[in-house]
């Protein structure tokens, strides 16, 4: 069974920083591209940052500079490192997993494997 349990969220000022873990079971992390998309209220998911097989990451446009996504390997944990939030980055943030393998497709439904959620609030 296949999970993934994301952590580290919670309550920032602006230009504060967090760092979301999500811990996969049941599924190598390192076999797929892997992800963060968020959503917040009243607007549409967006994926945020990706990572693919070979380590190459994609970032959206607005937390790039500001976001690392990175990947332990070993212990089979995605990383989204967060600094200089702004208000906009508020959302509830979702690990993603089982995506084409060089992160060519970025949609949600491209992803088969999610986790909960962690909420991400940034005050101005």
């Known amino acids: 069974q296949v999970q993934l349990v994301e952590s580290g969220g919670g309550s920032v000022q602006a230009g504060g920083s967090l760092r979301l873990s999500c811990a996969v079971s049941g599924y190598s992390a390192s076999n797929a591209c892997v992800g963060w998309f968020r959503q917040a209220p009243g607007k549409e998911r967006e994926g945020v940052a990706f990572?693919?097989?070979?380590?190459?990451?994609t970032y959206i446009a607005t937390v790039k500079g500001r976001f690392t996504i990175s990947r332990d390997n070993a212990k089979n944990i995605l990383y989204l490192q967060m600094n200089s939030l702004k208000p906009e980055d508020a959302a509830m943030y979702y690990c993603?997993?089982?995506?084409?393998?060089?992160?060519?497709?970025?949609?949600?439904?491209?992803?088969?494997?999610w986790g909960q959620g962690t909420q991400v609030t940034v005050s101005s």
């Open positions: 993603a997993a089982g995506g084409s393998r060089y992160c060519v497709r970025l949609r949600g439904p491209d992803f088969s494997y």
């Open positions: 990572i693919d097989v070979a380590g190459k990451q």
